[in-house]
Structure formats: C-alpha cells, structure tokens
C-alpha cells in the first residue's frame, strides 16, 4: 500500500514542521546563563547542574514538562520562553507547510502529536498558527505518558479511534517510532539527516517533512 492510501498521519512537531533551535538554545545555553545569574555562579558551573539535572530526565514526562522545571530551577521558564532572543528562534522548516496543505487537500485525518508541552506549544502557534491544519493536536502530558513510553500508544489509539493498519507516523525521533512500532503502528516515516543507514522498524527514511510529496 502506497503512503498516499493511508488515512491517518500523525505528525511530530519539532524536528519535522519546526526546527530545533528554539529548543536547543534555550535549554542549552539560554536557561544555564539565567540560572548562573540567579545563583551567582560561573556559566561553567551552571552549564554542569542544569544539563545534569535535564539528562536525567530524558525520556520523561518531566523532561517535557515546563511547570516541573519552573519549580527545580526556581525560574518562570515559560516567561523566559517567551524571550525575544528565543522566539525568534522559531522557524518553520522548508517545505512543512506546503506539506500539511497536500494532506488536507488529499482528505486525510491529520494529527498534530507531540511531547512539547501545551504551554511551549501556544507560544510556538503564537509565531506560527498551523492549527488549522489539524483534526486535532495532542501533547503527551495529557495522555500521561511521553512518546517513549509504549503506553502513549495506546492511549492515543483509544482516544482518536485509530486504526493502527491505516496511520502513518512521521517523527524525527527514532525512540518514538520504536515504541509505536511495538504497540502495532507500523508505518512510520523518519525525518534523520544521516545518510546511507539502514533503519529497522522504519517503512520510509528521508531528510524532510517537505520530501514527503514525492512518496505519496
């Protein structure tokens, strides 16, 4: 079966319709800088707590969560994500959108489906506004588990009535197409820049969202 007689597609956020370096600036190098100012520390030491703190919670609900980072760091991170020095950092990339509106035009059921957390997430619409494109938009807080997590799966089967036999799944994130993968979604579409590697569990392997178009 072709990707185009799919009905369902479930598209990541970041990574796959907006580019990285909103997020990574912030946590990386933006919050460190705001929390070596807080506590009067050198940037080196406040480099070595806040990434110890956030590597350990990769792959968790947490890791995602703003509110649970606002009470760690004793700082508003969603004030402090509404900076201007991060917000201009949010870019859609090349092609997304010309994407999303070849989906609707094809009649699919499209899926916003991500791990940001809803407040990260509104102040990403306020700069771009793609909610028309979607049936609906999920954030993995709300379903209680983190893409990682097979349970996710699951839940978000049950809550949009899927059928797993006729969902795509687009993601940039390898975890996540894995766990989906063992909960009985099989066909994914990885979004990874690396080039001339074999993937398993993964039905297509381009470099954009924007490639996508010629698979269909």
Same mark, same amino acid.
């Given at each position: 079966?072709?990707?185009?007689?799919?009905?369902?597609?479930?598209?990541?956020?970041?990574?796959?319709?907006?580019? $990285?370096?909103?997020?990574?600036?912030?946590?990386?190098?933006?919050?460190?800088?705001?929390?070596?100012? @807080?506590?009067?520390?050198?940037?080196?030491?406040? +480099?070595?707590? $806040?990434?110890?703190?956030?590597?350990?919670?990769?792959?968790?609900?947490?890791?995602?969560?703003?509110?649970?980072?606002?009470?760690?760091?004793?700082?508003?991170?969603?004030?402090?994500?509404?900076?201007?020095?991060? +917000?201009?950092?949010?870019? +859609?990339?090349?092609?997304?959108? @010309?994407?999303?509106?070849?989906?609707?035009?094809?009649?699919?059921?499209?899926?916003?489906?991500?791990?940001?957390?809803?407040?990260?997430?509104?102040?990403?619409?306020?700069?771009?506004?793609?909610?028309?494109?979607?049936?609906?938009?999920?954030?993995?807080?709300?379903?209680?588990?983190?893409?990682?997590?097979?349970?996710?799966?699951?839940?978000?089967?049950? @809550?949009?009535?899927?059928?797993?036999?006729?969902?795509?799944?687009?993601?940039?994130?390898?975890?996540?197409?894995?766990?989906?993968?063992?909960?009985?979604?099989? $066909?994914?579409?990885?979004?990874?820049?690396?080039?001339? @590697?074999?993937?398993?569990?993964?039905?297509?392997?381009?470099?954009?969202?924007?490639?996508?178009?010629?698979?269909?």
């Amino acid at each position: 079966m072709k990707l185009k007689d799919y009905t369902y597609y479930l598209i990541d956020l970041d990574g796959v319709l907006l580019n $990285t370096k909103y997020d990574n600036y912030f946590w990386q190098e933006y919050i460190p800088r705001v929390y070596a100012d @807080k506590r009067g520390i050198s940037i080196e030491d406040a +480099v070595s707590v $806040t990434h110890s703190l956030f590597n350990y919670k990769k792959k968790t609900l947490d890791w995602y969560n703003i509110d649970y980072w606002s009470n760690i760091l004793n700082i508003d991170i969603e004030e402090e994500k509404k900076s201007k020095h991060s +917000v201009e950092k949010i870019q +859609v990339i090349d092609g997304s959108l @010309k994407m999303l509106e070849n989906l609707v035009a094809l009649n699919k059921k499209v899926f916003l489906i991500t791990n940001a957390h809803r407040k990260t997430l509104e102040i990403k619409m306020s700069k771009f506004n793609i909610k028309n494109f979607f049936d609906d938009i999920i954030c993995s807080h709300e379903l209680h588990y983190a893409k990682e997590d097979i349970q996710f799966w699951y839940m978000l089967k049950l @809550k949009l009535g899927l059928d797993f036999e006729s969902t795509v799944l687009v993601e940039d994130t390898y975890d996540n197409i894995l766990s989906a993968y063992h909960a009985g979604l099989r $066909t994914s579409v990885y979004i990874n820049n690396e080039r001339n @590697k074999k993937f398993n569990f993964v039905t297509k392997h381009i470099q954009s969202f924007g490639e996508l178009a010629s698979c269909m």
